[in-house]
């Protein structure tokens, strides 16, 4: 390859118009040029090739992707085709860390579909493992035409669509682990692409976050998860961090219990700054982070004691887990109103098992009890405000 960009170098050198001057003066500074174009060369052939990260590993994921090979391979530099591989990446590479923590026979059921109006998905489920209760990890890619609720819901928070039949084009990956003893916390992620179309053009942006959601509050667990969140963050804006964070206190709440589904994470929307790869390379920050903030919790809790007693706590705590997945989730909510929907897909969230009991309230100073009381009031995990103050 040295070889190859060294000849291009002299190639590209004999055609730039400063060569004859370059040829009439001393070797060091012609030998300069060939090695700053050779550079040149190089550092493009790295950047191709960095391009090509997600293309070159086909053969590693879950099931064939949506859109035929031969179209990825060929459109790399469309956002679409990086987004999906993207996706079919982080899938894979959760799956098969999820499968480690299992029992040999544990696997995922993956179930890869398609829908008419275009695209499809990838639903991977593992149900009744000796860890993980019920597991999914689901990708789509899908096409076609707003339905009239999503255009309603995406103006509520401030787009601006025009009337009429809008194409779109969205993919994404979701995922929510329910794992089997009350000590792991469940996790859920999810991060998304969209494209529409109108008579201006197209409109793009990205969504998306990671949050968690214990049954029994460990402390040390919620500062490893939001440490490494931050961290994902902080390579792109040192801001991004609180912003979504708030966000996402804000987002996973509960109004009719007045609390928040769990201890939080990052959660955002319509990212279309500052600029499409620049916000890409965040999302795949994000979704990159995903594994460890959650396998050392995994690793460290998955054999904990527990009783009867801790496993109907855990079952009372799911049950609001589906109350704000089918009452307030947007995402379920685009799902269920998107036309030829996948709803065994889209439900997929929903844990194996769950516990509705009539007027429950925990018993005053118990660890269920230390757990709500953080519910209702989010807890600044990594003491940044106190930091802040500090320094002022």
Same mark, same amino acid.
């Given at each position: 390859?040295?070889?190859?960009?060294? &000849?291009?170098?002299?190639?590209?050198?004999?055609?730039?118009?400063?060569?004859?001057?370059?040829?009439?003066?001393?070797?060091?500074?012609?030998?300069?040029?060939?090695?700053?174009?050779?550079?040149?060369?190089?550092?493009?052939?790295?950047?191709?090739?960095?391009?090509?990260?997600?293309?070159?590993?086909?053969?590693?994921?879950?099931?064939?992707?949506?859109?035929? +090979?031969?179209?990825?391979?060929?459109?790399?530099?469309?956002?679409?085709?990086?987004?999906?591989?993207?996706?079919?990446? %982080?899938?894979?590479?959760?799956?098969?860390?999820?499968?480690?923590?299992?029992?040999?026979?544990?696997?995922?059921?993956?179930?890869?579909?398609?829908?008419?109006?275009?695209?499809?998905?990838?639903?991977?489920?593992?149900?009744?493992?000796?860890?993980?209760?019920?597991?999914?990890?689901?990708?789509?890619?899908?096409?076609? *035409?707003?339905?009239?609720?999503?255009?309603?819901?995406?103006?509520?928070?401030?787009?601006?669509?025009?009337?009429?039949?809008?194409?779109?084009?969205?993919?994404?990956?979701?995922?929510?682990?329910?794992?089997?003893?009350?000590?792991?916390?469940?996790?859920?992620?999810?991060?998304?692409?969209?494209?529409?179309?109108?008579?201006?053009?197209?409109?793009?942006?990205?969504?998306?976050?990671?949050?968690?959601?214990?049954?029994?509050?460990?402390?040390?667990?919620?500062?490893?998860?939001?440490? /490494?969140?931050?961290? /994902?963050?902080?390579?792109?804006?040192?801001?991004?961090?609180?912003?979504?964070?708030?966000?996402?206190?804000?987002?996973?709440? %509960?109004?009719?219990?007045?609390?928040?589904?769990?201890?939080?994470?990052?959660?955002?929307?319509?990212?279309?700054?500052? &600029?499409?790869?620049?916000?890409?390379?965040? +999302? *795949?920050?994000?979704?990159?982070?995903?594994?460890?903030?959650?396998?050392?919790?995994?690793?460290?809790?998955?054999?904990?004691?527990?009783?009867?007693?801790?496993?109907?706590?855990?079952?009372?705590?799911?049950?609001?887990?589906?109350?704000?997945?089918?009452?307030?989730?947007?995402?379920?909510?685009?799902?269920?109103?998107?036309?030829?929907?996948?709803?065994?897909?889209?439900?997929? &969230?929903?844990?194996?098992? /769950?516990?509705?009991?009539?007027?429950? +309230?925990?018993?005053?100073?118990?660890?269920?009890?230390?757990?709500?009381?953080?519910?209702?009031?989010?807890?600044?995990?990594?003491?940044?405000?106190?930091?802040?103050?500090?320094?002022?």
């Amino acid at each position: 390859m040295s070889f190859k960009i060294v &000849s291009r170098s002299f190639q590209t050198l004999s055609y730039v118009g400063t060569y004859k001057k370059l040829r009439n003066r001393h070797l060091k500074l012609y030998c300069a040029a060939i090695i700053g174009t050779g550079y040149a060369a190089y550092s493009q052939h790295k950047n191709n090739k960095a391009h090509m990260k997600e293309a070159i590993q086909l053969k590693k994921y879950m099931a064939e992707p949506i859109t035929p +090979v031969d179209q990825l391979t060929k459109n790399q530099a469309d956002m679409k085709a990086q987004m999906e591989l993207l996706i079919m990446r %982080i899938q894979a590479e959760f799956c098969r860390a999820l499968e480690a923590e299992e029992d040999k026979e544990a696997k995922f059921k993956v179930d890869r579909w398609t829908r008419a109006e275009g695209g499809g998905g990838i639903t991977c489920v593992l149900q009744d493992g000796r860890v993980f209760e019920k597991a999914g990890v689901n990708i789509s890619v899908v096409s076609g *035409t707003l339905p009239p609720a999503a255009v309603q819901q995406m103006r509520s928070r401030g787009r601006t669509l025009q009337d009429g039949a809008l194409p779109f084009f969205a993919c994404g990956v979701s995922a929510v682990i329910h794992p089997r003893n009350p000590m792991v916390p469940t996790i859920h992620f999810n991060y998304r692409y969209f494209e529409v179309t109108d008579k201006d053009g197209v409109q793009w942006w990205f969504g998306g976050g990671t949050d968690l959601t214990p049954y029994y509050l460990n402390e040390e667990d919620a500062v490893l998860f939001h440490t /490494a969140l931050k961290n /994902a963050c902080d390579k792109h804006d040192k801001s991004y961090y609180a912003k979504f964070k708030k966000w996402c206190d804000d987002y996973f709440h %509960i109004p009719h219990r007045g609390e928040r589904r769990g201890v939080g994470g990052i959660f955002f929307d319509d990212v279309d700054y500052p &600029s499409q790869k620049k916000a890409f390379d965040f +999302v *795949t920050s994000c979704a990159e982070a995903v594994i460890p903030s959650y396998l050392p919790i995994v690793k460290k809790r998955k054999d904990a004691a527990y009783g009867y007693h801790e496993r109907q706590w855990q079952l009372l705590r799911r049950g609001r887990y589906v109350e704000f997945n089918l009452i307030y989730d947007r995402g379920t909510k685009f799902g269920l109103h998107t036309p030829q929907a996948r709803y065994e897909s889209i439900l997929m &969230s929903l844990p194996l098992n /769950a516990k509705w009991e009539y007027m429950h +309230v925990p018993k005053p100073g118990s660890e269920e009890d230390k757990l709500t009381q953080v519910l209702k009031e989010p807890r600044d995990w990594l003491n940044i405000d106190k930091q802040k103050r500090m320094k002022a």
